[in-house]
């Protein structure tokens, strides 16, 4: 891992002295100087905590019992895996993150292809777009969760007056439905993320081969699907690991919608709620690092997709 | 025939982007309607209220310590861009222009830890939190947010201060500037657009963070705006103050939105720098 055998050439980095020279050391060891207040703070907030919860996984440590923590090697992960309630809420996290990612995916996708053409109102329309992404996820959260309250909620008034239902629909309460209520907050809140990082990669194509493909006489829809989609395709799974990343570890938007009720929970929020509603801190503890397990095998796939974006820049 | 058949486009497109306008924006404009209606008139779907109302918003300063959670959160949030640019600044100096053994490794780790979930670190940190005496503290929220910030911070700034040109630094290093030197006085005045833009980045995920202000925080007093939002009660368990709770999102939400319009360009850029590079 030392800078010889990284892929991409520094050109901009240091002018490089005679190595081993007296200022080439001097260098490094300032380097290593300006690094290590970053590296204390990510060792104390990242790597211990990170390690607590490990050991934590394998003990009875608990928030009501003072007494130090006694080791009783997998049990945790024993009975979280006989637990329906875990098993519940990897199927909820699942399902969200799917849903949720494909349709942000998809509408990010056509939100993206309308912005990258040119039109009266596009800089407008790019702001709008920002808007959602700015509303912190609890405010998403209560926003929706008011218009989709059971008897007050203009969703439901809307489709009443449509015809589509035919009496007022408990959105938030029904395990079933609050899953559609928590997608649709979500898809609202990160299309936008989806939209920016599409509309980026959109807008380094290169003009010439539209202009080839018009002559050809090629339909928009084979142009999207022959052309557009295998160039971006690199950037936007980039985008949709990250997104997937997120959805896996989503806690507020299930606490603040379902009330936490045991039958719509995310894999984050059982953690929570072993670890402080039950304070059984060595439970939670095992859950969480499940999910963490889970996550880092999306990160390894993310990292490797990203050193090769990152290989092919100039830097 | 050809000309219905562009105007017939020409429509089409207008109709995808009001569509498109309405989806976006509508849950918030009807989180504004709904936080100027008062009393009955709240459970009345309607457009628009028929006698518009402050009181939801003179309501939620006095009925509740909403004062002190903006303020809360305004302290935490800038203690949190504050600390993250100054370490993001020198580590990423280190990272962009020093070649050292390690350094591909370090930039990964980085990136490995703007992945963890909260969740995984949460007990460990909770105890970090108590045994540094910093429960129920604003400090605590500060540290731990470091946790997602910082990765951040110092990736744009490393891709920001490797697009430098050299010769800046060389003639620097002639003139027999420190490292110090030439990060601080150097570099960072042509720093500025980036540390605003990851500043700003840093500032909303602060402002929005939930799960650690909801763990390490007890009191009412403690709490910042996202969990007090969320936590909000009426004088019932089973009465939800909408009115408030509404008006409270619209307080926090309209400073965000004006920031993130004025500062767009930048905003997109480092979100584009975070993600699709990183």
């Known amino acids: ?315 | 025939m050809r000309q219905a058949l562009f105007w017939l486009k020409k429509l089409g497109f207008g109709l995808l982007v009001t569509v498109i306008t309405l989806y976006t924006l509508f849950p918030f404009y009807w989180a504004v309607v709904s936080s100027l209606k008062q009393g009955s008139a709240l459970f009345v779907v309607e457009a628009w209220p028929r006698q518009p109302a402050w009181s939801n918003y003179t309501a939620v300063f006095t009925e509740q310590p909403f004062g002190r959670n903006l303020f809360n959160s305004v302290v935490v949030a800038t203690s949190v861009v504050l600390v993250s640019l100054f370490l993001a600044v020198t580590a990423s100096f280190a990272l962009a222009r020093i070649r050292f053994r390690g350094r591909s490794l370090l930039l990964l780790m980085i990136l490995a830890v703007s992945m963890f979930p909260q969740i995984a670190v949460l007990s460990g940190m909770y105890e970090l939190v108590r045994a540094l005496g910093l429960y129920n503290t604003l400090p605590a929220l500060t540290l731990s947010y470091m946790l997602f910030t910082l990765p951040f911070t110092v990736w744009v700034m490393t891709t920001f201060m490797r697009e430098l040109p050299k010769e800046l630094e060389e003639a620097a290093v002639v003139d027999g500037a420190t490292p110090w030197m030439i990060c601080f006085n150097v570099f960072l005045p042509l720093l500025k657009p980036a540390l605003v833009t990851t500043g700003l980045l840093a500032f909303i995920a602060a402002w929005n963070e939930f799960l650690f202000a909801l763990t390490f925080t007890l009191s009412q007093e403690a709490r910042t705006v996202p969990v007090a939002i969320a936590l909000m009660s009426g004088a019932s368990q089973y009465e939800l103050p909408w009115g408030l709770i509404m008006a409270a999102s619209v307080v926090v939400t309209v400073p965000l939105i004006a920031m993130v319009l004025i500062f767009q360009r930048s905003i997109v850029s480092g979100l584009t720098a975070g993600a699709v590079k990183g």
């Open chain 1, 1 to 315: 891992m030392t800078g010889s055998a990284s892929p991409a050439p520094d050109s901009s980095a240091a002018p490089p002295p005679a190595p081993g020279s007296q200022l080439a050391r001097e260098r490094v060891r300032a380097a290593w100087l300006f690094l290590l207040p970053t590296l204390v703070v990510l060792a104390a907030v990242a790597g211990w905590p990170l390690f607590r919860t490990f050991w934590f996984a394998f003990t009875n440590a608990s928030l009501a019992d003072p007494a130090p923590p006694e080791f009783v090697g997998l049990e945790n992960f024993v009975t979280v895996w006989g637990d329906s309630d875990w098993w519940r809420s990897v199927r909820n996290t699942f399902l969200f993150t799917g849903v949720s990612v494909t349709l942000e995916t998809v509408l990010g996708m056509i939100i993206a292809l309308t912005l990258n053409t040119r039109f009266r109102g596009r800089a407008i329309l790019r702001a709008a777009v920002l808007v959602p992404w700015a509303i912190p996820t609890v405010v998403s959260a209560k926003m929706w969760g008011w218009m989709f309250n059971d008897v007050y909620g203009v969703i439901n008034e809307m489709l009443l007056s449509a015809g589509f239902i035919s009496g007022p629909i408990a959105w938030t309460v029904d395990p079933q439905l609050s899953m559609v209520a928590i997608i649709a907050v979500d898809v609202w809140k990160t299309t936008p993320f989806m939209t920016l990082l599409l509309l980026a990669a959109l807008q380094i194509l290169p003009e010439e081969l539209y202009e080839a493909a018009k002559l050809d006489g090629a339909n928009p829809v084979m142009v999207f699907f022959r052309i557009t989609l295998p160039l971006i395709r690199g950037p936007m799974m980039v985008a949709i690991i990250f997104r997937v990343l997120d959805a896996l570890r989503v806690f507020d938007l299930f606490y603040v919608l379902t009330s936490n009720s045991s039958e719509s929970m995310s894999m984050a929020v059982y953690a929570r709620q072993q670890m402080f509603e039950f304070q059984d801190l060595g439970l939670g503890a095992a859950a969480a690092s499940l999910l963490f397990g889970l996550i880092a095998l999306f990160t390894i796939l993310y990292m490797a997709l990203a050193r090769d974006s990152v290989a092919q820049e100039p830097a």
